[in-house]
């Protein structure tokens, strides 16, 4: 597969995202964020893993706690906390954010070249998404500041640990998938059992949108987003992210009829441009993870050690 048809369907993961918030306000008991954090996570987890037929193996087990936790277990509930702390524009800013944690992660960890085109389609992108979402009245409060940042920061480590870690041998990223999302789910059913209490009740809307949200919100959409990262460089990847925001607002103005002003129209067309700029290809990304010891072979062949090893 080339690499348009990849970041083609990677995008299909944060366009998905970017629909959550018309399914949880139209068909989801309200103000069960965490409940629903864990319905989405668990059974899409314990699916895929079914489907994949494997299980985690050796240091695996941790591995797959580790990126689940930063990816989902984490990454969900500091989400809605700074979602009900703050204005949802600034909480969508914080979170467009996420993208530049990618960018110096991927630096440090990936050996991943910090190009200037890249830090500019990062900042673009989350100028973009505040003009789109920002208002004048909007206030700030510390807990949810906090908890925007570290939630994009969380994602944002998980991402570059999954690139960096990659996937075991003969393992797809359906399994690696599923791997996370279960880990994630159980760590969030503890924290919602004791924040929210009992599941509420649920009619018949609410298992079409948990539906939804389980199978192609967070299955279908995380196993896109972690199969894009095996084949993509990480900033490519989490460059994608402000199509959620962006898919949001349009959602908005189709569904729920709310206005569009000519600076939200101008943010869409600045975030969307730095979007198509962050996968301008550079150099040529091979079809697996990167690790360790693949980065290290490449630098030695930076150095001309190539010929040695033939």
Known sequence: MNRLATVALTALAPISWGS??????????????????????????????????????????????VLGTLNIGAFMPL?????????????????????????????????????????LAAVAGAFGVSMVVLKAEAALDLVG?????????????????????????????????????????????????????????????????YGYMMLINTGIAYWLWFRGLGRLTATSVTLLGPLSPLTAAVIGWAALGQALTPVQLVGMAIAFGATVVGQLP????????????????NVSMDLGIAKVRR
Not at 21 to 43: G, N, Q
Not at 98 to 119: I, S
Request: proline residues 7%.
């Open 20 to 65: 959550t918030y018309f399914v949880a306000t139209e068909l989801l008991p309200a103000d069960r964020p965490l409940f629903t954090a864990a319905m989405r996570a668990l059974p899409a987890g314990l699916l895929l893993v079914a489907l994949s037929r494997t299980l985690p193996k050796g240091e695996w087990w941790w591995k797959s706690a």
């Open 79 to 119: 989400l809605f906390l700074s979602a009900y702390r703050l204005p949802g524009g600034v909480a969508a800013v914080l979170g467009a954010a996420g993208p530049l944690f990618v960018v110096g992660l991927a630096a440090l960890l990936l050996g991943e070249r910090a190009k200037a085109r890249t830090v």
């Open 145 to 209: 500041v906090i908890a925007g940042v570290v939630s994009s920061a969380s994602m944002a480590a998980g991402t570059v640990m999954t690139k960096r870690w990659g996937r075991p041998e003969g393992v797809g990223p359906l399994a690696v998938t599923g791997w996370q999302l279960t880990a994630g789910g159980l760590v969030i059913i503890p924290v919602a059992a004791v924040i929210e209490g009992a599941p509420p009740a649920l009619d018949g809307e609410a298992f079409l949108g």
């Open 282 to 297: 550079g150099r040529p990304a091979k079809e697996s993870f990167s690790s360790t010891e693949e980065i290290n072979r």
